[in-house]
């Protein structure tokens, strides 16, 4: 238990459907990331979030839409996805970013257990 | 831009075994490198951080040393279990820089 969980751990859905990942961190951190994890692919830095405000977005195509609503909640709305979008998606948290967090943080971060997400 | 890379891309074992897992990265100017277990489908479990200014790292059976120099890291398993089948990654973080992750290495170590 890493003190992040992630909700649904699975995912099936069509190309026309809109779903929702939700993560959730109890660990004070005011950073927080999506990656994707694709088979056979490294690890993909999809969004970073430090204290509520974006600070990266690694050229994701706009039918994947990021929210941070809080420091705890992070969101990942789906509309419109391609098969080629199945993957695993995994949620981090870490300590601040830096200066403020403007830039990106150097600390430990903590995983979710992802969400295995299926597209029909 | 920062790439990293690990080797070998599998690796089986029989339990006992000592073993030495590889990471190699371009820019040698890190901030921190971190080593990272993964069970099948599952999220990454931190093992080990080392700062740029260290050269070795110890958590129980497991030791990682940093040559910045030569940009390697290495990840060493003394007496492996079967438990410890996973797949190990190891991530790489430049001053104001996201963390860059290589592809890792799976390990299985048979009983």
């Known amino acids: 238990e890493t003190g992040v969980t992630q909700t649904p751990r699975h995912l099936v859905m069509g190309m026309t459907n809109k779903k929702s990942l939700k993560c959730e961190q109890h660990l004070g951190h005011n950073a927080m990331y999506w990656y994707k994890q694709s088979a056979k692919k490294p690890l993909e830095l999809m969004f970073v979030y430090n204290f509520k405000e974006q600070t990266e977005n690694n050229s994701v195509p706009s039918r994947f839409s990021p929210e941070c609503p809080n420091s705890s909640h992070l969101f990942l709305h789906l509309h419109t996805l391609q098969p080629e979008d199945s993957a695993l998606y995994l949620c981090?948290?870490?300590?601040?970013?830096?200066?403020?967090?403007?830039?990106?943080?150097?600390?430990?971060?903590?995983f979710g257990p992802g969400t295995r997400l299926t597209v029909l | 831009k920062q790439e990293v890379t690990q080797i070998p891309a599998a690796l089986s074992v029989p339990e006992g075994e000592n073993l030495v897992l590889n990471c190699s990265f371009t820019?040698?100017?890190?901030?921190?490198l971190q080593w990272f277990r993964q069970d099948p489908g599952k999220g990454l479990t931190s093992l080990l951080l080392?700062?740029?200014?260290?050269r070795e790292q110890t958590s129980g059976r497991l030791n990682a040393s940093l040559d910045k120099s030569s940009g390697r890291s290495t990840l060493y398993i003394a007496a492996s279990q079967p438990g410890d089948s996973a797949t190990y990654l190891c991530?790489?973080?430049?001053?104001?820089?996201?963390?860059?992750f290589g592809p890792g290495t799976r390990l299985s170590v048979l009983p």
């Open positions: 981090a948290s870490s300590q601040d970013g830096l200066a403020g967090g403007r830039l990106p943080s150097t600390d430990t971060q903590y």
């Open positions: 080392i700062q740029s200014s260290q």
């Open positions: 820019d040698s100017a890190i901030y921190n």
């Open positions: 991530a790489v973080n430049n001053y104001g820089q996201n963390f860059v």
